[in-house]
């Protein structure tokens, strides 16, 4: 099965070419090497890499300069889960898998929209029937589908985001042509709405007060200032946005960590919001498959472009001919994330995170600083005091004397500066150790 | 773990608002109900729905209209797997499932671009160490990687296609906002590079004859015509690209189909590819993997734009930012793949699917027809006689003359008129049925 024998192989040209590549240390340019293909202009316009990986590099680099700190490292980073997947949810998995091997379990391609019966489980389950399961899409997760809604929407539209937020908002729009050049000194991108989210306003926007965009999105329980709409907020941006005729991709991949009363879980409790709104979601920090990989995309077929044709079937367009359907193992693990006996299972995990973040909130909290999100969300989102300097400061300093990853809240976008995001997806031993650093060296 | 309780929902709304969306059978358009969000161009472009799902659509028209012949249905259309997933790769599966039920074993998020073992063993036992493993990029399957290929180059850039062709190509170009319209007599669109692939030339495209195209796709073996491009062929491709400065995107995804010795599996045997050209791959064939989803993109790190920046680092940045890397259950079927059992495993599929592929030559060729293919591939390419009428025609009169499922070379592209595409990718005994009933029906 091998591409080619070493023998037909040759040798001789990997080692020609790879020496004819190295022309920056001559300081020659032999651009007969280089394509004539222009580079995509957006890419230019991004600056440095993608937030999270970054991270890594960083924490990497210290690593590489400080070996012996190898084992005492501790990530409060990205939010990433820990928990093993419990009984049920996983012999779902590996039933999934299981049934491949046999004739009659054995199944290819399946419809790229996911399978029937777990589309009509998410309507059910998850939205009481509240949105039809021809409306649900089911992916590989938010972040893709994030990816896929700017693809329906196209270079030509305007985006508004929360400032701060999860940075696949932005680098996307860069990435389509939404947005102009990155200003240097305000680090914002023209041509992106930043909505402003502060302890001033609860961290919600206020949309109104804002120039129009085309897409706004939200994101509730928020990534990564912890804070969760409640009805009255979602309410007044469901309509702000009909009026202005905008349309929200609302994030709702911390829904489930919700357990204040009356606290929306969905987009679509909120009445006329299926006028309006699209809701990403995902199965990610629900049932701890980061690594497994499966989310789901709402677009209802209420939701109209201004010439009357769907939003829905565009974004199925997309499904269809850029994707192709998610893992059948991995969905078989979605339908028994949403059996009695999973959903049981989901909720254990969630109070095992929830229980870390109110640890890591009452540490900060404790040592005076003021926190804000840890009680509907995974994320603790601490104000920095003026003495620590800026936010990559913090994140720098918290790494190399207490060996604690964080994420800074400048990584999150303008907004962000002064804020420190702490993860409550570790083991709790990881989080009660990263507690006692934190305070032997913060307070 | 309900995203509401039903006393929450306010299904008084969801009536309401259903009752209010039904404008057009009424002849009123209440534009309030539209967004404000101009519908994204490049979409109104695209004639028709993506080719697959369209004969899913017809099959199940017919079977509406017919629903006695449910039983007798076979698809020889759309390239799916139907062998069970073999002993040793089913392992990988099923234990890399396994493993996430314990706290040494689980994980979450892992690269984005791919484990590193995985990338290691496919730079090794794939391709020999002719590439490095950061060149690959470990994806959810390669038409998912043919979109992001097109997002790293952007809407600006040219480019070309074998006519016919897999139809992600043109399709995921027009998208992307490359082309014009597609002139309806010509059902060709403005702006992209049809390189005519006929029996004439070999079904190998005379790109030096044709205006120059920033980006070049090429399939081989090819789908649909079944072409295994010869290695002087793919020489003179890779030469010519180099010459006119474009980038080759090389489809090798029927690679391990070619037993016929000295043709290339990987366009990386060709001497001087990595200057030039990227090759994106998959186990959907490979393994039977269409359900499970793995595939992967080697982008070279000699390959680079016109201002020297590496094609390389805007991939990484679309698989970081717009990806999340694919199922770790999934990786560890793909690592098993590796293995010498999962080679020998790969190796007596291949043999199944080839024999079918004969039998499916050797009916047409019986019934007097002239057919393409079908040695070194899994697709047998069937020109039809003018009585037959066009593609779509000899489609719909199999269909329902036969109940065979087939794709009209039309569905490829304007080029694939007069043919006929069969799928190896069956039971052996549904291809001899369909044989059955093709030479009763046809002779």
New interface residues.
């Given amino acids: 099965?091998?591409?080619?024998?070493?023998s037909?192989?040759?040798l001789g040209?990997?080692t020609v070419?790879v020496g004819a590549?190295v022309p920056k240390s001559q300081n020659v340019?032999d651009t007969k090497?280089?394509?004539?293909?222009?580079?995509?202009?957006?890419?230019?316009k991004?600056s440095g890499?993608?937030l999270?990986?970054e991270i890594g590099r960083r924490r990497n680099a210290y690593l590489e300069d400080n070996p012996e700190m190898a084992d005492k490292i501790i990530s409060l980073g990205?939010g990433?889960?820990?928990?093993?997947?419990?009984?049920h949810i996983?012999s779902g998995?590996?039933e999934?898998?299981?049934k491949?091997?046999?004739?009659e379990?054995?199944?290819?391609?399946?419809a790229?929209q996911g399978q029937a019966l777990l589309r009509e489980k998410i309507a059910k389950?998850?939205?009481?029937d509240?949105i039809d399961p021809s409306e649900v899409f089911v992916s590989?997760?938010a972040?893709?589908d994030?990816?896929r809604v700017q693809?329906?929407?196209?270079?030509?539209?305007t985006s508004a985001v929360q400032d701060p937020s999860y940075p696949?908002y932005v680098?996307?729009s860069v990435?389509m042509?939404q947005t102009g050049s990155q200003d240097e000194s305000t680090m914002q991108y023209d041509n992106i709405v930043y909505m402003p989210c502060t302890p001033e306003n609860g961290f919600f926007p206020d949309y109104a007060s804002l120039p129009r965009a085309?897409?706004v999105y939200l994101c509730s329980p928020n990534n990564p200032t912890g804070a969760a709409a409640t009805k009255e907020q979602l309410t007044e941006i469901v309509n702000i946005c009909k009026e202005?005729?905008?349309?929200l991709v609302f994030d709702a991949a911390y829904?489930?960590f919700i357990r204040s009363e009356?606290v929306?879980?969905?987009i679509f409790?909120i009445?006329?919001a299926?006028?309006?709104a699209m809701e990403v979601n995902s199965f990610s920090k629900y049932a701890?498959f980061?690594?497994?990989?499966l989310g789901w995309t709402v677009v209802p077929?209420?939701?109209?472009?201004?010439?009357?044709?769907l939003v829905r079937d565009?974004f199925n367009?997309?499904m269809?001919?850029?994707?192709?359907?998610?893992?059948?193992?991995?969905q078989s693990?979605g339908l028994a994330c949403l059996d009695p006996e999973g959903?049981k299972e989901?909720?254990n995990l969630i109070d095992y995170y929830l229980e870390n973040a109110k640890i890591l909130r009452e540490t900060m909290e404790g040592l005076g600083f003021t926190v804000h999100g840890g009680t509907d969300a995974p994320y603790v989102f601490v104000e920095l005091s003026e003495s620590m300097g800026g936010s990559w400061d913090a994140f720098s300093m918290i790494l190399e004397k207490c060996q604690v990853v964080t994420i800074p809240g400048a990584g999150f976008g303008p907004g962000g500066e002064g804020f420190l995001r702490l993860s409550a997806?570790a083991p709790r031993d990881s989080v009660i150790e990263a507690c006692k650093r934190l305070s032997e060296e913060l307070k």
Avoid: H
């Fill in positions: 099965m091998k591409f080619s024998p070493l037909v192989v040759s040209f990997v070419s590549f340019v090497l280089y394509s004539g293909v222009e580079r995509n202009e957006n890419f230019a991004l890499g993608y999270f990986p990205i990433d889960t820990t928990k093993p997947i419990p009984e996983l998995l590996v999934g898998a299981k491949l091997g046999t004739t379990g054995y199944s290819g391609y399946g790229e389950v998850l939205y009481n509240l590989d997760g972040k893709c994030i990816m693809q329906v929407f196209g270079s030509k539209v696949v680098d996307t990435m042509g085309d897409v202005r005729g905008s349309i829904a489930p009356g929306p879980k969905s409790e009445e006329g299926k006028d309006v701890g980061t690594g497994v990989r077929s209420n939701l109209k472009f201004k010439d009357g044709s565009d367009r997309v269809t001919t850029a994707f192709n359907g998610a893992s059948n193992i991995v693990g959903q989901i909720s997806f």
